[in-house]
């Protein structure tokens, strides 16, 4: 029977705005998550256009991977990681994203980052921007909205693929892109925010600007595309999702219908333009019935077409339910949106569903439509961690959870899906996305920081870490 692919990109994964801190240190810029307050489960963060004295801003310092890259590659080296999913923040690069030049201590920043991975043989997985951008972009132009995004975000495209052609292989143009058809998507990844104060799950929305400004993201990512495969053919160029799977609550064909439409519009339709080169048919109902009118160049269907993408990535943490029923309420979180409670499924303390199977019923969807290689770059459990007396921590949860994960993404390979890795997401501990939250932990390496602020920032290896070492060593057939 078919196991895991020998070279099998087994790793984790990080983004720079959670992860690195450092926010205004040899001349980065501010981004839109320096800007994000902290939050907790039952507090939406908020963002501010101002910096408000003695509000806590959680990316700034995150859990500063700047001065301790090279402890931290070496942590993941000794787990065996063969790649490290990691971002590049684009105001590092481009302060504002405005400047012709870039800024040379950004770049000189990275390459030490890939110098040190290289060492240890680990493949770094590069996402080209992860849910920030130049905050000045957000004022210049509401962010995405404004069609000069695209141009920027190719000069820093351009920037750092020549700066690393040798270093990185593999390339992923936005993280989870599919987040700007949500209203959350306006701060996460749009941009769309010019003037807003306030809590990130109250942004004004406007479905047309949401649109519009994605519409710019899939053309800038379709040519970036573009530009590597002519001047950088080693270069793999991606994309990323978040999947969301549904199910339909009942066999009522009203919630299988339910269920195929917001499966199209939030989890395919993304992913169809990237994959496919075209915007698919289902999308212009779905337009015409929301007042929706793209405005396009009349290039951008070609570069669509010639932009796409060489292997599909996404994040899977959990499924909801969908029902038409007006009785039956949506109950249950997730990342960025919630559904119904699944009464066969157990949550997670922050109300996501932990569904191994879907991960395995997901990845043959996903090969049986695309038929290109997959790669599950996010995937783990946000948990609360106990730290013992002596520095132990026991995440039996988290191994129990990844565990399950692996078994159903082996159980894909059997069916025949072209996987080639997995990066659990924030393999080392980072702010939380959705609440900016430190007590959200995926890690399998603690790091000393509290929702307070406090912390000596000092790195712990959990339970979990000898347990994916060993994992990771007998190329997934190790699970217990
Ligand atoms: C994904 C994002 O949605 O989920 C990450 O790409 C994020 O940036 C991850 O951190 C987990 O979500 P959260 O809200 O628990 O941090």
Not at 26 to 45: A, I, L, R
């Amino acid at each position: 029977m078919k196991g895991f692919r020998k070279d099998f990109l087994w790793g984790g994964a990080t983004a720079a705005n959670q992860y690195e801190g450092a926010w205004d240190v040899d001349g980065k810029g501010p981004s839109v998550s320096d800007m994000c307050t902290n939050g907790s489960h039952t507090t939406p963060k908020r963002v501010t256009r101002e910096f408000e004295e003695g509000t806590l801003y959680p990316s700034r310092e995150a859990t500063d991977f700047y001065h301790h890259y090279q402890e931290d590659i070496a942590l993941a080296a000794e787990m065996g990681f063969k790649c490290f999913r990691m971002s590049i923040a684009w105001t590092r690069i481009f302060p504002t994203g405005m400047e012709k030049e870039p800024n040379e201590a950004g770049l000189a920043f990275y390459d030490k980052v890939f110098d040190e991975c290289r060492k240890y043989d680990i493949e770094p997985l590069v996402t080209i921007s992860h849910y920030e951008m130049p905050y000045a972009l957000v004022e210049k132009c509401n962010g995405w909205e404004g069609r000069e995004c695209i141009e920027y975000y190719m000069n820093y495209c351009k920037a750092v693929f020549e700066r690393y052609k040798d270093k990185v292989k593999y390339w992923l143009t936005f993280n989870e892109i599919n987040s700007g058809t949500m209203p959350m998507g306006n701060v996460l990844s749009l941009g769309t925010i010019k003037g807003y104060t306030g809590s990130v799950m109250e942004t004004p929305d406007n479905p047309q600007i949401r649109f519009q400004a994605l519409h710019h993201q899939f053309v800038a990512s379709a040519l970036a595309v573009q530009y590597a495969h002519i001047h950088y053919p080693q270069f793999m160029m991606g994309n990323m999702c978040i999947f969301a799977t549904m199910y339909p609550y009942t066999c009522n064909p009203d919630d299988i219908i339910e269920t195929q439409k917001q499966m199209q519009m939030m989890n395919w339709f993304s992913s169809d333009i990237h994959v496919r080169g075209y915007y698919p048919s289902y999308s212009e109902r779905f337009f015409e019935e929301n007042h929706i009118t793209i405005r396009k160049e009349p290039e951008d269907d070609e570069i669509l077409k010639k932009g796409t993408v060489d292997f599909y990535t996404f994040s899977y943490y959990m499924s909801n339910c969908v029902s038409t029923d007006p009785e039956v309420k949506a109950q249950s979180g997730g990342n960025l949106m919630g559904g119904v409670t699944n009464p066969y499924l157990k949550a997670s303390d922050w109300g996501w569903q932990i569904d191994p199977k879907g991960l395995r019923y997901t990845l043959n969807e996903l090969y049986g439509r695309y038929q290109i290689p997959l790669m599950v770059v996010e995937n783990g459990l946000g948990a609360y961690d106990k730290l013992e007396e002596d520095g132990s921590i026991h995440d039996d949860y988290r191994i129990g959870y990844l565990r399950e994960h692996i078994r159903e993404m082996k159980e894909a390979v059997k069916d025949g899906v072209d996987l080639m890795g997995y990066t659990p997401w924030g393999w080392i501990d980072v702010v939380s996305a959705s609440t900016g939250e430190m007590a959200k932990r995926y890690g399998f390496v603690y790091v000393d920081k509290y929702d307070d602020g406090t912390g000596d920032l000092g790195r712990r290896k959990k339970d979990s870490f000898w347990w994916y070492k060993k994992v990771i060593a007998s190329n997934g057939e190790d699970l217990d």
